[in-house]
């Protein structure tokens, strides 16, 4: 059974770095087609991609936050880390992360975790 | 970056009646070595994470209820359902991932 769940602040100020770690179970970040990714979603509003980390360690990020995101592994920790710099108000929103795989996408999601950005 | 677009945004339909939601891409997500589409549709129950329903456009995600289906290619696609239940009030979203990922704003499907 494929389990994800977040973690990390729940508040952050203006201008900060926001460190989201998330903790998954039932797979292997080496198994072959196999990614985990980070979504976001303000209140109220839509789902938004901002990375993903393959079973080769490539990496992919949205390209309007490009510079402002870094996704790594820990393969011993079973552990994907998302670092978002220099974090705004409108940053603000439930974040995701999910598995994925190059068939059926983002097929399993973490319970999200909601982060606030405020002074 | 290709760009989902969804309409419409909110529908309400009696229970047991149909349910059609539609979803354009700006630029083509078949795939022509496999001749697959790489089109997911997700739905979101208030407070929840999102669900797969359905990927490669058209096949149902293991223990979804087949009165949700997918239709569509290269750019335009649609997810139906057949039979609309209590239980499908909800947001629904498009998702391409034939490139970088991206998704459509929802469509809040309610009962009348």
């Known amino acids: 059974q494929i389990t994800l769940k977040e973690s990390g602040p729940t508040l952050v100020k203006p201008t900060q770095t926001l460190t989201l770690t998330c903790t998954f179970s039932?797979?292997?970040?080496?198994?072959?087609?196999?990614?985990v990714g980070w979504i976001r979603q303000p209140p109220g509003k839509a789902l938004e991609w901002l990375a993903v980390i393959y079973w080769d360690d490539d990496k992919r990020y949205m390209s309007s936050l490009k510079n402002r995101l870094t996704i790594t592994r820990d393969i011993s920790k079973n552990q994907v880390v998302l670092t978002v710099t220099n974090m705004d108000p409108v940053d603000t929103a439930t974040y995701f992360c999910a598995h994925y795989t190059t068939v059926n996408a983002f097929d399993i999601w973490g319970q999200g975790t909601m982060v606030t950005v405020s002074s | 970056d290709i760009v989902m677009t969804q309409s419409p945004a909110s529908l309400a339909v009696s229970l047991g009646e149909r349910a059609t939601i539609n979803c354009k891409s700006s630029q083509s997500v078949l795939y022509s070595s496999n001749n697959k589409n790489y089109l997911a549709w997700y739905q979101q129950k208030p407070g929840q994470s999102p669900k797969l329903l359905i990927y490669w456009a058209s096949t149902r995600e293991s223990g979804v209820p087949d009165r949700f289906s997918g239709s569509g290619s290269g750019t335009d696609f649609t997810l139906t359902i057949s039979s609309l239940q209590a239980e499908d009030v909800a947001v629904y979203y498009c998702h391409q991932y034939y490139s970088l990922p991206t998704f459509g704003q929802g469509t809040r499907v309610e009962i009348k």
């Open positions: 039932g797979f292997s970040l080496t198994t072959n087609e196999v990614g």
